[in-house]
């Protein structure tokens, strides 16, 4: 198997965390996406040119993270089950995965660029963005009452989409001040397939900033 992906993705992360948790094995294909000639490459491979993107052992594209993690899912058997054999869990966990990729991921990636990218800032905008994902967070906060991860006691593919949103939410959001999702940001980051994924975000983020590897 070999994962197309950026680290800096939050969509790779997802998945790089899933295949982490499966203890599947894969060869790394890091697609530089601000580089024309490796997007180039990558647009003959798979042309909407979107990471991540799975080639399967027989040669199959399966893109979108969260079709990768039912691919991956399904054909390991080792490691943590990622859907739950239990139907109404199941929906659950498609629905919190659903509800994180739309209302948190995306809304984060118009936050990120009106507030960094974008030269004449929105302020209005800026604040009606910032209230949706906080009360996303109040959300989430409620969900995380009486359980251990978001969909009950093991973690799932909804855990998987969430922790890269709260990694990044962390730097422009107060996190602690939301008890539950508090307790459940903390237990995350001693999860080994997450500290996995932060430790290569961290290294590419020094290697961006000192001028190694391109602005992605
Ligand atoms: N819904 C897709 C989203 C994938 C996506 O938006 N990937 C971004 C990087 S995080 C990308 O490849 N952007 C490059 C582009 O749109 O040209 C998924 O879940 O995988």
């Not at 909407?48 to 969260?66: A, F, N, Q, W, Y």
């Not at 239990?86 to 919190?96: P, S």
Request: with cysteine; glycine share 2%.
């Amino acid at each position: 198997m070999e994962l197309f992906y950026h680290p800096l993705s939050r969509y790779s992360q997802k998945v790089l965390i899933a295949l982490y948790e499966k203890q599947a094995n894969f060869y790394p294909r890091i697609i530089e996406l601000s580089d024309p000639f490796s997007r180039k490459e990558f647009c003959q491979v798979y042309p909407p040119g979107k990471v991540p993107l799975l080639k399967t052992r027989s040669g199959d594209l399966i893109p979108e993270s969260s079709i990768i993690i039912e691919y991956i899912d399904h054909e390991f058997s080792t490691g943590t089950r990622l859907l739950p054999r239990e139907h109404k869990i199941a929906l659950d966990t498609r629905l919190q995965d659903r509800l994180i990729d739309n209302d948190f991921s995306n809304i984060l990636f118009e936050l990120e660029h009106q507030k960094i990218e974008s030269k004449e800032k929105n302020q209005i905008r800026i604040k009606h963005l910032e209230n949706n994902i906080t009360r996303f967070l109040q959300y989430l906060n409620t969900q995380l009452e009486d359980k251990h991860w978001l969909c009950g006691d093991s973690l799932t593919l909804a855990d998987c989409a969430l922790f890269p949103c709260l990694y990044c939410a962390q730097d422009h959001f107060k996190l602690f001040e939301f008890d539950n999702l508090d307790r459940y940001w903390h237990q995350a980051q001693l999860r080994g397939a997450f500290q996995q994924v932060k430790e290569e975000v961290e290294l590419v983020k020094i290697e961006v900033l000192s001028g190694r590897r391109p602005i992605p």
